[in-house]
């Protein structure tokens, strides 16, 4: 009789920072930058501590990396969202929006990233840099997209930050005269 083998795969370094930052990306929405231990991001993405911190040198670099990671979920949708206005002749701006409101009800941990990320960019640089680099790329794709001037554009991302404000708070599933007037009749604010 043969003996049976079992070959184990291994996997790289990148499907490994992948899978921790998957992992990482609900425990640091859940608990916050200084809140979320590493220990349990670590048991989370089924690794070692240790080797959290051999992917990612410092904690600061790992939750850089996950702000990164709903950047580029929001980037992703606002794309789709503006090929999608120009397929149907509809306004890239607008259409833009409601895709943002869909993302904030369908992925909370965008909503929550963002939220910690802003509060943890005064005291991380790495964070704050981060963040930095969120605003300037989705402040880009969201100008070239629509064409908007300045003034339409600054109103808009206004409108995003109040959005993210009343969806964290669940303004919109109350029924007082404030919620209503603040989140607006945009799906999602």
């Avoid at 930050?161 to 603040?182: F, H, K, Q, S, Y």
């Amino acid at each position: 009789m043969a003996a049976s083998s079992t070959t184990r795969v291994l996997s790289t370094a990148d499907e490994r920072r992948e899978s921790l930052l998957d992992a990482a990306m609900p425990v640091f929405a859940e608990r916050g930058y200084h809140a979320a231990p590493t220990l349990e991001i670590a048991k989370a993405a089924g690794i070692s501590q240790a080797y959290v911190f051999r992917l990612f040198p410092t904690k600061a670099e790992l939750f850089a990396a996950v702000c990164s990671r709903a950047r580029e979920r929001m980037i992703d949708t606002f794309r789709a969202a503006a090929k999608r206005a120009r397929a149907n002749d509809l306004a890239p701006l607008a259409e833009m929006g409601n895709a943002y409101g869909e993302l904030l009800e369908s992925d909370r941990d965008v909503l929550l990233i963002q939220l910690h990320s802003q509060v943890t960019s005064g005291a991380e640089p790495l964070v704050r840099e981060a963040m930095q680099r969120t605003f300037r790329e989705l402040y880009a794709l969201v100008a070239a997209e629509s064409g908007a001037g300045e003034e339409e554009l600054r109103g808009w991302f206004a409108h995003g930050m109040l959005c993210n404000v009343m969806a964290a708070i669940g303004a919109e599933d109350l029924d007082e005269t404030w919620a209503r007037t603040l989140t607006g009749d945009v799906k999602g604010c």
